[in-house]
């Protein structure tokens, strides 16, 4: 028997790792200045950022489905939205709800409290895609929407 330890070898980097890297670095301030907001000692990107992020590495969001919906006699919206490629494949997706009881929307249009059910959806799936991105935008930044943030 031999004393010899069989040493494997890490793989390097992939180079999709280091062009994501390289695209966030280069969107960091951007969306740190025009599409964040600090809650806390924790900085946000806003769903307008993470669409930005996204749009980089040639994906976008589309709105898949939105429902009215009743939970314990309140109501409210409930959408779903995918990230997707350019032909189609989807990568990821998250749904969300604004609810009529919510300091914030319960007093707002019907419209508006729909469409911010989408928005918290679209943050969603773009930040179980993209959140580890995030924090690569600087160290105070978390790895979810403001959206998704309660007010």
């Known amino acids: 028997m031999s004393d010899l330890v069989a040493v494997r070898r890490v793989p390097a980097v992939p180079d999709e790792l280091i062009r994501q890297k390289e695209i966030t670095h280069a969107l960091a301030s951007r969306i740190v200045r025009d599409h964040s907001s600090m809650i806390g000692q924790r900085r946000y990107v806003h769903v307008a950022g993470a669409t930005m992020l996204a749009g980089a590495f040639g994906y976008h969001v589309r709105e898949v489905g939105a429902q009215r919906i009743d939970i314990g006699g309140v109501g409210g919206w409930e959408a779903t939205c995918e990230v ?11 749904s969300s709800i604004c609810m009529d009881d919510e300091k914030e ?7 508006a409290r729909r469409a911010m059910a989408s928005t918290r959806s679209a943050g969603r799936a773009l930040r179980l895609l993209f ?14 929407t403001r959206e998704e943030m309660p007010d």
């Open 84 to 94: 997707v490629t350019m032909d189609g494949r989807v990568l990821g997706r998250g």
């Open 105 to 111: 929307w319960g007093k707002r249009p019907m419209f």
């Open 131 to 144: 959140g580890h991105m995030f924090t690569m935008l600087g160290d105070d930044v978390a790895s979810v």
